[in-house]
């Protein structure tokens, strides 16, 4: 499975997507890729940065963009024969959005597969994504398709101009359930809340 991803991965050629130059096993058995180093640092460190508080709305609206752009790149490939190839990342998350320090943007970490596959697990069991990104039907094993993507990449987003994830950052039992049951709170219901709590968070630095 890591050798077909990889081969995958190595046939995509966008500016939004880090690239995938070789894959193989080396001499000891172990499976490798060789990929892009893109000197910077992954949009996780950036949200960190900020401590839970929303990032510059144009940059994220630039970086949301350039997902989506990459993403719609991704979604769309073809094989040599013209079949559409359906791939899904299946793990958009913060970890996985690489910042380059001169501006370039890039998704990275594919797990491709098709998305006519039975689920996203693996043959330990195991569901393949983070669980706070994740859409519904991927948490519960389910059959997928690119709109699990977009999903997640809305997550990201509410993190980013929020500095909130819409279920909490715990990764328990509770978040799933959450993830399950419940309806995230409103954006504009959190960003009231954050321009209620400001004037004190400011009061208690002075």
């Known amino acids: 499975m890591f050798l077909r991803e990889a081969r995958i991965a190595a046939s995509l050629d966008h500016p939004n997507v880090a690239r995938v130059y070789d894959s193989g096993v080396s001499p000891d058995g172990r499976s490798f890729l060789a990929m892009e180093y893109v000197h910077g640092v992954d949009l996780r460190a950036l949200i960190r ?14 970086i949301a963009t350039a997902l989506c752009t ?11 024969q013209g079949q559409h190839l359906g791939l ?5 998350s913060p970890g996985n959005v690489l910042l380059s320090f001169d501006g370039a943007i890039k998704l990275t970490d594919f797990g491709v597969a098709g ?10 069991g195991a569901v393949k994504g983070k669980l706070a990104y994740m859409a ?8 997928l398709d690119q709109r699990a993507d977009l999903y997640a990449l809305g997550v990201v987003l509410y993190e980013m101009t929020l500095g909130e994830r819409p279920f909490g950052r715990t ?8 993830l399950l049951e419940d309806t995230p709170p409103s954006p504009r ?8 709590s400001e004037p004190t968070r400011q009061a208690e630095i002075s």
């Open 88 to 92: 899904i990342h299946r793990d958009i």
């Open 171 to 178: 990764q328990d039992v509770a978040l799933l359930y959450r």
């Open 189 to 196: 219901e959190l960003l009231s809340l954050i321009h209620i």
């Open 115 to 124: 998305a006519g596959t039975a689920s996203l697990a693996t043959t330990s």
């Open 136 to 143: 519904p039907e991927q948490a519960r094993g389910q059959p």
């Open 70 to 80: 990459a993403l719609d790149y991704v979604h769309a490939r073809c094989d040599l």
């Open 49 to 62: 940065a900020h401590h839970r508080t929303p990032l510059e709305l144009g940059h994220a609206l630039t």
